[in-house]
């Protein structure tokens, strides 16, 4: 089984700002199958990032991807109000198809 | 639009029974995959199960694996989880959520969720 872990756990940083969050992998991901997800209090979360690097319909291009095999990263290159909240990454290229334990983003 | 909609949830004694529906709408839905997510209130997602377009593939999680049958109905646009042997560990809120293509793992939509109490 494939473990996930993200790192930091805790970004803590003002509007404007630049975010980059890392998801680590216990072994390669196959195909690169890996997905980016934020999600806001009390709202389901929405899938930002698929396949490492392709952005979701209607996601900001302050939203991108990079990354393969093991080492995977999130930036979001001017943080903007609404961009505050948590931050899951999921490997979809082996069963089980894990979630890392989230990284979450707060003003700082 | 894409719309899922999940039900079934409720409270439920240790070693009982439930049955969640996602009703489904607004795409194809024998062309998707399909998974269950669930999150325990104020913690990170858990990967639960998966089942291919055509339904001839399902996958499992270790924590539910031997308890928990996923399926689908693709005539009435319905996806299942039947859960059995439920246990204090499995309450969280349910998501139903659509991949994109048959075989996808992804999880592009999102239902609101149902939530399953595991309580006596």
């Known amino acids: 089984e494939i473990v996930l872990t993200q790192s930091p756990g805790t970004l803590s940083l003002s509007p404007g700002e630049r975010a980059t969050l890392s998801c680590r992998a216990s072994?390669?991901?196959?195909?690169?199958?890996l997905a980016w997800y934020q999600q806001k209090p009390g709202q389901a979360p929405r899938l930002l990032i698929y396949?490492?690097?392709s952005r979701a319909t209607g996601i900001p291009d302050r939203f991108s991807g990079s990354g393969s095999g093991t080492d995977f990263t999130l930036t979001i290159s001017r943080l903007e109000p609404e961009d505050f909240a948590v931050y899951y990454c999921?490997?979809?290229?082996?069963?089980?198809?894990?979630f890392g334990q989230g990284t979450k983003v707060e003003i700082k | 639009e894409v719309q899922l909609l999940e039900s079934g949830g409720g409270l439920v004694q240790p070693g009982g029974s439930l049955k969640l529906s996602c009703a489904a709408s607004?795409?194809?839905?024998?062309?998707?995959?399909m998974t269950w997510v669930r999150q325990t209130p104020g913690k990170g997602l858990e990967w639960v199960s998966a089942?291919?377009?055509?339904?001839?593939?399902?996958f499992y999680a270790d924590s539910v694996k031997g308890r928990f049958i996923i399926s689908r109905d693709n005539a009435k646009n319905t996806l299942f989880l039947q859960m059995k042997s439920l246990r204090a560990e499995d309450t969280a809120l349910y998501y139903c959520?659509?991949?994109?293509?048959?075989?996808?793992?992804?999880?592009?939509?999102w239902g609101q969720g149902t939530l399953v109490t595991v309580s006596s």
């Open positions: 959520t659509k991949g994109r293509g048959e075989l996808s793992g992804s999880c592009h939509d």
């Open positions: 607004g795409f194809t839905f024998s062309n998707n995959a």
């Open positions: 089942i291919t377009g055509s339904g001839d593939n399902t």
């Open positions: 072994q390669s991901v196959p195909g690169n199958y």
């Open positions: 396949s490492a690097a």
């Open positions: 999921q490997q979809y290229g082996s069963s089980p198809r894990v």
